[in-house]
């Protein structure tokens, strides 16, 4: 499998499972143990595990090989080895606290992704989301409980 091929089957399979923050680091002239270095993010022990299972899967059933998986019993960062590129899958605070980024900082970044939480559509159960819209027999109920509740001669 050609480096171009192995990076694009990585990138869409941490996509597929709604990694955050992808970059694509070309570590060629800081080492020469690996050529690309992938770091992406996961909010939970549970959704890094399946991030880094489903790079695995994807790269295997592409035609590559899985040298290594390390870290997937606490699921704060898993580094899954797959040879010629290092893929870091990490919870948003433990990817805060090392910054690799700023640690392979001489390293060209190839592929920077737009966070999820930007281009995500707004989950209507958020908090942020805009309430729906009352209708008039609720707001009248609302209306009445108010008034009930802050002089209770008028109820």
């Known amino acids: 499998m050609t480096l171009a091929k192995l990076v694009k089957t990585i990138v869409a399979a941490l996509e597929e499972i709604k990694a955050r923050d992808v970059e694509v680091l070309d570590v060629r002239k800081i080492t020469t143990l690996f050529d690309r270095m992938i770091i992406a993010s996961g909010e939970s022990n549970r959704q890094t595990r399946a991030i880094a299972n489903n790079v695995a899967e994807k790269v295997k059933a592409a035609g590559g090989a899985v040298y290594g998986i390390e870290g997937e019993q606490t699921g704060e ?3 899954v080895d797959l040879g010629d ?6 919870q948003t605070a433990v990817r805060a ?3 690799l980024e700023e640690l392979w900082a001489e390293a060209k970044n190839i592929k920077r992704t737009t966070p999820v939480a930007v281009t995500a559509k707004a989950d209507p159960r ?3 989301a805009k309430p729906r819209k009352t209708s008039a027999r609720a707001a009248s109920t609302i209306k009445k409980n108010k008034v009930s509740k802050s002089d209770p001669d008028k109820a």
Do not use: C
């Not at 590129?85 to 990490?90: G, K, Q």
């Open 97 to 99: 606290h090392y910054n």
């Open 85 to 90: 590129v290092l893929v870091h899958v990490m």
């Open 77 to 79: 960062w898993i580094l």
């Open 126 to 128: 958020s908090p942020t």
